[in-house]
């Protein structure tokens, strides 16, 4: 089994940074492709930004220029680095990973989120 467990949430003002992480746990070979989403009230999860195993990376167009996605893949974690932010920023951050086991199937987890609130 593999845990991702999330942390860095929590409330700012507009303007103001955070940093979330998520650390990716249990029986890991490898980890491909990892990414961020979030799910704001009332609305579907959306996509934030992706990073490969190689380091490539995509970013949404409404975080393109303020958020900076990373990973350090001999700690399995990724990071997700946000300057700038805004009220509309505000929602539930989840993170994603296609991970392969040493039986090398790979499958997709997700991590329990962590709340990130952009109110003055």
């Known amino acids: 089994q593999v845990q991702l467990v999330e942390s860095g949430g929590g409330l700012v003002q507009p303007g103001g940074s955070l940093r979330l992480s998520c650390a990716a746990s249990?029986?890991?070979?490898?980890?491909?492709?990892m990414g961020w989403y979030r799910q704001a009230p009332g609305k579907q999860r959306e996509l934030v930004a992706t990073?490969?195993?190689?380091?490539?990376?995509k970013y949404a167009d409404s975080v393109k220029g303020r958020f900076t996605i990373s990973r350090d893949n001999a700690k399995n974690t990724m990071y997700l680095q946000m300057h700038s932010l805004k009220p509309e920023d505000t929602a539930v951050y989840y993170c994603?990973?296609?991970?392969?086991?040493?039986?090398?199937?790979?499958?997709?987890?997700w991590g329990q989120g962590t709340q990130v609130t952009v109110s003055s």
């Open positions: 990073i490969t195993g190689g380091g490539s990376t």
């Open positions: 249990g029986s890991i070979f490898s980890i491909n492709t």
């Open positions: 994603n990973a296609a991970v392969r086991d040493y039986n090398l199937y790979e499958y997709a987890y």
